[in-house]
């Protein structure tokens, strides 16, 4: 495997009960701390995509953005912010998605992204893939060809190559059960 996985792994804060009782809650600040594991997790993004023809990264609020812009200007794409609702003030078109109780929802800007286009949707983690799934589902109604989704953080179930909405989801590490390091 690649050895800049265990350190990018290693980086994460493990909070538990946050933001309640039996979530352990994956803190991506800490890796934003650490000069080598951002960059390690942004390059081994940009190695991957940069010779896919992607003219499109869209990130999802808020951790997302992070990562997706990050990525975008390494490939020479442009970025695109899929936000939570009531903050694009352009047109939007939006889509729906399941939480564990509840729903929320992502909006993208009309006009943000061609028909045509190649596209992918970049966050900090895969849960149940309901968000994800939003932002597929955003960019394809727009037109895109969404090639790839991409995570720093994925359960093992979906670790490595798996499908979402037919699509393929890569993960780089999975979560951390205990706080190892802080
Ligand atoms: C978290 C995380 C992902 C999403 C994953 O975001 O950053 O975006 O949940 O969950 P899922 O795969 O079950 O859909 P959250 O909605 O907490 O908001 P934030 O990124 O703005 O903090
Ligand atoms: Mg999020």
């Known amino acids: 495997g690649d050895p ?14 946050f933001p309640k009782n039996g ?16 960059k390690d997790t942004v390059d081994i993004f940009v190695d991957r995509y940069r010779d896919m023809h992607i003219s499109v990264v869209a990130g999802i609020e808020a ?7 990050s990525v975008a200007l390494g490939i020479g794409a442009k970025f ?8 694009l003030p352009g047109e939007v078109i939006y889509e729906k ?29 895969v849960a149940t893939g309901g968000t994800l799934s939003a932002g597929i589902r955003l960019l394809e109604r727009a ?28 993960v780089l590490v999975e979560p951390r059960q205990v706080d190892q390091c802080f």
């Open 4 to 17: 800049r996985l265990q350190h990018i792994s290693q980086s994460i804060r493990v909070v538990p009960h």
């Open 23 to 38: 979530i352990m809650f994956q803190d991506i600040t800490t890796l934003l701390l650490d000069h080598k594991a951002f």
């Open 63 to 69: 951790r997302g953005f992070v990562f997706g812009s």
């Open 80 to 87: 695109v912010p899929l936000r939570k609702p009531r903050k």
């Open 97 to 125: 998605y399941s939480l564990e109780y509840g729903t929320d929802c992502l909006e993208m800007h009309v006009g943000a992204v061609q028909t045509g286009e190649r596209a992918i949707v970049i966050d900090d983690l």
């Open 143 to 170: 037109g895109a060809e969404v090639v790839e989704c991409a995570c720093v953080i994925g359960v093992p179930e979906v670790k490595g190559r798996c499908k979402l909405l037919g699509k393929p989801l890569y």
